[in-house]
């Protein structure tokens, strides 16, 4: 350590000895006092960044997954609205290295009718084995059995806030009105078929649960009166590659085939969040500035504190550009430090939030987040080192753009001025 220091330039020595400067008078005590103020307030804007971003990354990966668990990576499907060689499809599809599985799939709406309740709802036929290899609905059914969705037996599968809806369990009879009639002699009617409910499923997110069925895809094509499936939804290994592999897809694949990604089917949402997490780094940043500008204050009081030493200094030699190396190198201990501070705090909460708010929940007697209104018991984080790295360098960078204008001022103190009245 001796000699780290003792190697040091003397613009290092003379920072760092007012860094830490003695609390002798009144007016040194209060310069530190307001050095100390901007270094908290670096680290707590820091801090405050990186837990922010980390639980909407959370929220985000949480409400993806919940998402994906229900929907395809990819879904490709024909313009005339059904493929009726989907098994080439997937096997040209499954030539693409990544892709990992498909599965062929009815889409449609229809009218869910129960006791005196009526639901638009989106049915989805599949073929329950083959769906398990690219979804995780059959993991997601809380009562009955994924595999009762057998063929001819009209059975079917409801979200649990559609259950709920409909007060219906399993074994219950529902019907579902098509959105095209059949013509009879008293005019156009309605095609109503009665379906068995096998099984609830809970994908932990609303737009689902209260929206979506699942069908046999043979009695789904029956119901809708399709001939072949409406299209293939593919999982790949990647799902974060997905917009590359669609655009892969597209150009091998053969016929009049539309492809699209999870992220186009959710676009709006994305975007909101995206959009969300610039606004909440912008704001936080501003926090940042403020706590880093105060440097500003305390190095200017500093500047005119130390205005005899700055002449002595320049009397003995050391040149406009030292001067102001010892107090950018004085401004920047502080942000560097208070960077360190908040980057440290900001992580161990993101890494520990899921025992810190049950533990704030179980002193406050509060539920800060309800499952019955938001779906998710535990307040989610997902810490990613690329904004720790990027919180850092920019807090650091505006600290060291605080220590500019009071070391030029430094810099710029006459010898001869400064010691008329000493």
């Known amino acids: 350590m001796k000699f780290v220091v003792k190697n040091l330039s003397f613009e290092w020595l003379v920072g760092l000895r007012y860094t830490r400067a003695g609390r002798r008078s009144g007016r040194n005590s209060f310069i530190s006092f307001i050095s100390m103020i901007s270094m908290a307030g670096i680290a707590l804007g820091v801090a405050a960044l990186i837990i922010v971003l980390s639980v909407m990354n959370g929220f985000q990966k949480e409400v993806r997954?919940?998402?994906?668990?229900?929907?395809?990576?990819?879904?490709?499907?024909?313009?005339?609205?059904?493929?009726?060689?989907?098994?080439?499809?997937?096997?040209?599809?499954?030539?693409?290295?990544?892709?990992?599985?498909?599965?062929?799939?009815?889409?449609?709406?229809?009218?869910?009718?129960?006791?005196?309740?009526?639901?638009?709802?989106?049915?989805?036929?599949?073929?329950?084995?083959?769906?398990?290899?690219?979804?995780?609905?059959?993991?997601?059914?809380?009562?009955?059995?994924?595999?009762?969705?057998?063929?001819?037996?009209?059975?079917?599968i409801l979200g649990s806030a559609l259950a709920a809806a409909l007060h219906v369990n399993v074994g219950d009879k529902i019907r579902l009105a098509a959105p095209d009639g059949q013509m009879t002699p008293a005019g156009m009617l309605p095609r109503i078929k009665a379906f068995t409910v096998v099984g609830i499923f809970e994908a932990g997110h609303y737009e689902y649960d209260s929206g979506m069925a699942f069908l046999q895809i043979e009695d789904a094509q029956k119901f809708f009166r399709l001939s072949s499936p409406s299209g293939l939804r593919l999982k790949i290994k990647d799902i974060l590659a997905a917009p590359k592999v669609a655009l892969e897809l597209s150009r091998t694949l053969t016929g009049d085939l539309f492809i699209r990604d999870w992220s186009q089917q959710n676009r709006n949402y994305f975007t909101a969040v995206k959009t969300e997490k610039t606004m909440m780094f912008i704001i936080l940043t501003l926090i940042v500035a403020v706590a880093a500008f105060n440097l500003v204050s305390t190095l200017v009081m500093t500047v005119t504190d130390k205005q005899a030493d700055i002449a002595i200094l320049r009397t003995l030699g050391a040149s406009p550009s030292s001067i102001m190396k010892i107090f950018m190198i004085q401004g920047g201990i502080v942000g560097l430090v208070g960077t360190a501070l908040g980057v440290g705090f900001g992580v161990l909460v993101s890494l520990n939030i899921d025992v810190i708010v049950p533990f704030i929940e179980r002193i406050l007697g509060v539920d800060l987040l309800p499952r019955d209104l938001y779906f998710i018991s535990a307040l989610p984080s997902d810490l990613r080192w690329n904004d720790v790295i990027q919180i850092s360098v920019m807090a650091i960078v505006l600290a060291f753009a605080a220590t500019i204008y009071p070391s030029w001022r430094a810099a710029r103190v006459k010898p001869v001025e400064a010691l008329r009245y000493e």
């Not at 998402?67 to 040209?92: N, R, Y």
């Not at 989805?124 to 009562?143: A, C, T, Y």
């Open 65 to 156: 997954d919940r998402m994906l668990s229900v929907l395809a990576h990819i879904e490709v499907f024909d313009a005339g609205g059904a493929i009726p060689d989907w098994k080439t499809t997937a096997l040209q599809a499954q030539e693409n290295p990544s892709v990992l599985a498909s599965a062929p799939y009815v889409d449609g709406q229809a009218m869910i009718i129960g006791d005196n309740v009526m639901r638009g709802v989106i049915l989805r036929g599949v073929l329950p084995d083959q769906e398990s290899k690219v979804s995780e609905v059959s993991e997601k059914i809380k009562v009955g059995k994924w595999a009762d969705l057998r063929p001819g037996e009209f059975n079917i």
